[in-house]
């Protein structure tokens, strides 16, 4: 029987009827997540928080009466145990920053698999940060400018761009380097840095490391 403690309680705060009621029933089945209620606008979701605390909340920043960044602020002030996740159709620097600098715990692209975003919602209740991997690469690459502090950038590490995933994939199958480059169509020393790069990120000191990391996270298909 699973207890209550286990389940994760979050609130959904968007706009569009459809989109909300597709992630929660998406979410639904996952048995870990639950919907507990959503918000059109961010005031109704600062109302739905003050009457209940949940683990989590999905937060559109683009919402009618108070938008994402004001909700944001608001949540981070009065309700610090909440964990915020932005939703959005936009990858802009400026808007992921200022989120950022807010204190929200990760900003996904509307556009994500639904297996990325519950793996993201596990991740973040658990108290670690998650961003997609399309966010994690617009900031990572803004680290030449220093525009992110680096203890921030190490958080992002973690985040796999699509090729190292790819390479990884192929690793799981037991293809060797040159293997890997022919099927990718790159070059042995790049299969090699995506290697080492990977096993930086994951944090593990081998391949077999990287195996582990692989299956534990559902990305050995």
Do not use: C, W
Not at 80 to 102: D, G, R, W
Not at 141 to 164: D, I, V, W
Not at 190 to 198: A, D, F, I, Q, S
């Amino acid at each position: 029987m699973d207890r209550p403690e286990e389940k994760i309680g979050i609130y959904i705060a968007d706009d569009h009827e459809m989109f909300v009621e597709g992630i929660s029933l998406l979410l639904a089945i996952n048995g870990t997540i639950v919907v507990e209620a959503s918000a059109n606008t961010g005031t109704e979701l600062i109302e739905l928080l003050e009457k209940k605390i949940v683990d989590i909340v999905l937060l559109d920043i683009n919402m009618p009466e108070m938008n994402g960044f004001e909700a944001a602020k608001i949540i981070v002030k009065k309700f610090s145990s909440v964990k915020i996740v932005a939703l959005s159709m936009f990858l802009e620097k400026e808007y992921i920053q200022e989120l950022i600098n807010i204190g929200v715990y990760g900003y996904i692209l509307k556009n994500t698999k639904i297996q990325e975003l519950e793996k993201a919602i596990i991740l973040i209740a658990s108290g670690k940060k998650y961003f997609s991997n399309d966010v994690g690469l617009k900031l990572l690459n803004a680290q030449t400018n220093n525009e992110y502090p680096e203890e921030f950038l190490l958080e992002l590490q973690q985040g796999l761009t699509e090729r190292e995933i790819d390479v990884l994939k192929l690793i799981v199958q037991e293809n060797t380097t040159s293997e890997i480059a022919e099927k990718l169509f790159i070059s042995v020393h790049t299969v090699e840095t995506h290697r080492k790069n990977l096993i930086k990120k994951v944090k593990v000191k081998n391949v077999a490391g990287l195996v582990k990391y692989a299956l534990q996270n559902g990305i050995a298909v």
